[in-house]
């Protein structure tokens, strides 16, 4: 896999060429940033074109729409982003740094697709408000944090452009211990692995390996040539053994008005 062909590729198509994630969000482009607004969902900034000239004027005018409608919003910073001081430029206008991420990308011909659950874990599709229920409730189980906006955009997506989703829960018995989802972006060769989490309890099993290579058998089902995740600590191990490669960083700056 060339990286810097597929870096170059996922940049053009998935960040300068957004798609909105939900079906009440829009993708807006402003000068040389792109951005989505949504009533409900996810607000930010998800691809810039700055050079040292414009990237504070840039930065304020972001902070200067975002405020105006009232929304937290977040900077999506790629670690090949330029100006190569943006991070800086962000932290002085006031955003909040939160932990770095690593953009991982997979072919999916050469993945590794045979991880199953391990016994007494059955993985189910989520089409409905109860499966959405448990997703959400694995969400705040797993991460600690609120899951509305989540549960939300996925009911959504499920309502109104359900061949764009596909999300899964994994449980023991009738409890839910590990769910994660996967958006399909039409017109281009990349699907996002979103979301993925397990209970505490329930880590070290194998159960996220087995939600990937089940996302992964999906999208090659579908006709997708790439997988793509933004990839915490903990799981880029787990991803490197299935055949995703590192290609750069991405750290969310949060900006609260």
Known sequence: ???????????????EG???????AR????????RQVSAQGWNGVVWSDLDETIAETAIAEQIAHFTGTGHEFEWKLYGHD??????????????????EETLMIGEVAGLTLDAEPPEGIRILPVTDAQGVDRVAEVHEKAFGTDSSRMRHQLLA????????????????????VSAARM???????????????????????????????????????????????????????????????????????????
């Open 1 to 15: 896999m060339d990286h810097a062909a597929i870096l170059a590729l996922y940049d053009r198509d998935m960040r």
């Open 18 to 24: 957004a798609q909105p994630d939900s079906p009440d």
């Open 27 to 34: 993708v807006e482009r402003i000068g040389r940033v792109v």
């Open 82 to 99: 330029l100006p190569l001081d943006l991070g800086r430029r962000l932290r002085d206008a006031g955003f909040t740094a939160q932990p």
């Open 157 to 176: 997506r499920l309502a109104a452009d359900p061949d764009t989703v596909v999300a899964v829960v994994a449980l023991a018995g009738d409890t839910p």
């Open 183 to 257: 958006e399909l972006v039409p017109g281009t060769r990349f699907a996002g692995l979103w979301g993925g989490g397990t209970v505490e309890a329930w880590r070290g099993r194998g159960i996220y390996r087995a939600l990937v290579a089940h996302r992964a058998r999906a999208a090659a089902d579908r006709g997708y040539r790439y997988l793509q995740v933004d990839a915490m600590s903990t799981s880029r191990p787990i991803l490197e053994r299935l055949g995703f490669a590192p290609l750069t960083t991405t750290t969310p700056y949060v900006y609260v008005p």
